[in-house]
């Protein structure tokens, strides 16, 4: 799940103060970070189907905004849901399945290990918010 949040710090802090655990955090000039601020939390799920938040912050450049903006993602007044993703065992079926119409171009995923990732194109597909599908990790976290 990708939230957004004007407030990335006080984010940070009302999520843990609620019991989520912090396990990563990306600076805007982290090299993977797109120039936005990331962090992580993992929490409520069996182990092996963890549920990942990624908390994304104000962009830091035009071209960090316009990125998002391109990806469907919003920034708002408050911190709000702004898109999910869903890990499947390979991006092909989803691509045969749904066709270059209404899915984007299979790409390597910022999360790195080896995850690739498509991002549904959402509005043509009827959907309110963003949905990307991605593969497992197959290096170590």
């Known amino acids: 799940m990708c939230v957004t949040t004007p407030d990335f710090e006080g984010t940070i802090s009302a999520l843990q103060q609620s019991g989520l655990a912090l396990r990563r955090v990306r600076r805007p000039d982290d ?28 962009c830091t450049s035009d071209g960090a905004a316009k990125a998002m903006e391109h990806m469907g993602f919003s920034m708002g007044e408050h911190a709000m849901i702004a898109g999910l993703v869903v890990e499947v065992p390979s991006i092909s079926p989803i691509a045969r399945l749904l066709g270059l119409q209404l899915l984007g171009a299979e790409r390597d995923a910022a999360q790195g290990h080896g995850r690739r990732i498509a991002l549904l194109k959402h509005k043509a597909a009827g959907l309110p918010l963003p949905l990307a599908f991605i593969t497992p990790s197959t290096g170590s976290q």
């Open 31 to 58: 090299a993977t970070s797109g120039g936005r601020p990331m962090a992580f939390f993992k929490f409520g799920a069996p182990p092996g189907r963890d549920v990942i938040l990624e908390l994304v912050g104000p």
